[in-house]
């Protein structure tokens, strides 16, 4: 969810110094206590925190894990103000050791404060098969991806473990690097450097799926979120899920796929044909780069054209992807958000009840 204004000067006094953690902590319960009463008060029944604690949707995995350091994964950002530009993942450059759970700052807070049941976000191991290995710096010390998706997979399959213990009910792993093995120009540059993006895809799934494994899974719900991209009204990769459908949707551990179906760059519903029958799709069709509200009778109609090729008691509606992937957030205003959030509840109810 978009940081208020306070929180940002909050976080970057934090960061030169001006401010001690407590204070920032602090600054941040307000903040998620603000988000939800809002939540409550708009009728959202599985709640979070927003993220409200965290730089990006990944970055606990640095604050939390020993061995990143600040030499960052370029990419080709599309969009408003569009171009080259670092990602927020660092680059692995030593043997990577978990110091505490990535979620230990949001998870307590979220227990005591959360007006009911609560979802939390954490990055799927195979993002950083692709944000954060760089060549002549993590090979220093994971000779191949493999060996350094194996040290991922434990650390995430432990936060996992942890957050099923501690009762959370829904744990999404967030995962838009899977959207490089659809897009066709960076499938084309994994083959210029003498990769196999199949090969890639396929050990990135099974290590998602390894820290899944032998996880308790009777009182929880375990989703996927696959996206192009998101940082300041921006994307970075384009295509439907075709070339990645089968493999994903057949092979990924998860109950629950949130997938991107805000614009044409995503591609139609067809590949659902290939959802396994007991699985979920939440469709992604209210975009958060856009502030244009959209029409809930295009909504209705979208959702229809979605359930020839899934049940439609197996679909769900939710925004395309976070308002504030990155704490600068996206180009729309808080009003904005909470209409579009308004209108997610509004379709849902009148389509599912």
Known sequence: MLRPPELLQARAAHAEGRLATRELRLAEDEAISAA????????????????????????????????????RVEMEWKGPGGGREASTALAAGAKLKKLRQLTAYELPFLKRKAPGPFKVTIPAPSNFLVASYKEGITDNFYSTRADFLADLVEIVRSEVEYLVSEAVVYIQLDAPYYSHYLDARHRERMRDAGRDP????????????????????????????????????????????????????????????????????????????????????????????????????????????????????????????????????????????????????????????
């Open 36 to 71: 939800l009463a809002k939540q409550r008060q708009i009728g959202i029944d599985i709640f979070t925190d927003g993220e409200m604690r965290r730089g990006s949707w990944l970055t606990d995995m640095a604050d939390a894990v020993e061995g990143f350091v600040p030499q």
């Open 198 to 353: 199949d090969a890639e895809f396929a050990t990135g799934l099974e290590g998602d799926n390894a820290c899944l494994k032998a996880i308790p899974r009777e009182n929880v719900t375990v989703a996927a979120h696959v996206c192009r991209g998101n940082s300041r009204s921006r994307w970075y990769t384009e295509g439907g899920y075709d070339a990645i459908a089968e493999r994903l949707f057949g092979s990924l551990n998860v109950d629950t796929f949130l997938l991107e179906y805000d614009s044409q760059r995503a591609g139609g519903f067809e590949p659902l044909r290939l959802v396994p029958r007991g699985k979920n799709v939440v469709l992604g069709l209210v975009t958060t780069k856009d502030p244009q509200l959209e029409s809930q009778d295009t909504l209705r109609r979208r959702i229809d054209e979605a359930s020839r090729y899934l049940p439609i008691d197996n679909l769900a509606i939710s925004p395309q992807c976070g308002f504030a992937s990155v704490a600068a957030g996206n180009l729309i205003s808080f009003d904005d958000q909470w209409r579009k959030l308004e209108l997610v509840v509004d379709t849902a109810r009148k389509v599912w009840s």
